[in-house]
């Protein structure tokens, strides 16, 4: 019997060894992270120019009542440019809810999945629906935030802290103003109450408001994090953690790994 128990707990033992080198190689590499964020902040910051560069000249965008005026928008009759700002912006979220799955888990997976399923369904949902115009400026009013974001990451991974601490004084300062004060203000109020004013019993007012509320308390409540990290900021505390990304820290230790390295050897 006492042979038996020690082959099994070696036989455990093993398994959980295999697991951790498991995770250990799984891991994301500092250069494939860097390499990511490199992308993104590419995408984010063309999309954004793109997108201010379609809608600077449009009336709705500065008076978002006009959105509503000849609703519903027909497809057929859009502008090229929209057409393609909106293939540009629903290819790019569908690809990060498809590698989220992929990518190591963050202690807001689901939180980030919920915002890919309603930014998706608010992209494809107000294209089909014929209210593009408020869409478009849906995509704008975020994109902006993330090319802060990860300029500030880029300052991490090179160690160029003025890089960092301006990109997140910027992602913050851009969180703030447009997705806490103008998404509220102008996006939500121009479909809930604007839309409801113009369009007497529009069918897709109740879902269409529902997933952009849930997206204004996403940002209230990623804006957490952002205070978090202010507040380690100001203690002088190190910032090359993410606030979100204790599950990215495998189970096991440097040291446990060198203990099962050794026990392999």
């Known amino acids: 019997k006492a042979v038996v128990s020690t082959q099994s707990t070696g036989a455990v033992r093993d398994v959980e060894v295999w697991i951790r080198r498991r995770q250990r190689e799984l891991m994301p590499s ?12 590419f995408f984010y910051t063309v999309a954004f120019s793109y997108g201010v560069s379609v809608l600077w000249n449009e009336p709705f965008t500065w008076k978002t009542a006009l959105v ?7 497809t057929w009759a859009v502008k090229k440019s929209l057409y393609y700002y909106y293939l540009m912006e629903g290819s790019f979220y569908l690809s990060l ?8 888990k963050r202690k807001d997976f689901w939180e980030m999945f919920l915002h890919h399923i309603a930014t998706l369904t608010l992209i494809g949902g107000s294209w089909l629906g014929g209210c593009y ?22 300052g991490i991974y090179l160690r160029i802290s003025y890089l960092a601490n301006a990109g997140f004084a910027g ?10 004060y103008l998404f509220p203000t102008r996006i939500l109020f121009c479909a809930m109450f604007e839309g409801s004013a113009a369009i007497k019993n529009w069918p897709a007012l109740v879902p269409y408001s529902t997933f952009l509320i849930i997206l204004q308390i996403l940002h209230i409540y990623w804006f957490t994090f952002i205070v978090k990290l202010f507040i380690r900021i100001a ?4 910032i090359d953690k993410d606030n979100r ?4 820290t495998p ?12 026990k392999d050897n």
Do not use: C
Not at 145 to 152: I, K, M, R, T, W
Not at 235 to 238: E, I, S
Not at 245 to 248: F, I, L, N, Q, V
């Open 251 to 262: 189970p096991s230790s440097g040291a446990e790994a060198e203990k099962d390295n050794k």
């Open 97 to 104: 809810m498809v590698s989220q799955f992929m990518d190591t």
């Open 171 to 180: 992602f913050a300062s851009t969180w703030i103003i447009f997705r806490l």
């Open 133 to 154: 115009k408020i869409g478009a400026l849906v995509m704008a009013l975020h994109d902006v935030s993330d090319v802060f974001l990860e300029a500030a990451k880029i």
């Open 235 to 238: 203690t002088g505390d190190d």
């Open 68 to 74: 509503w005026v000849g609703y519903p928008d027909l």
């Open 245 to 248: 990304s204790d599950d990215e």
């Open 30 to 41: 500092k250069l494939n992270k860097f390499k990511e964020t490199l992308w993104k902040l």
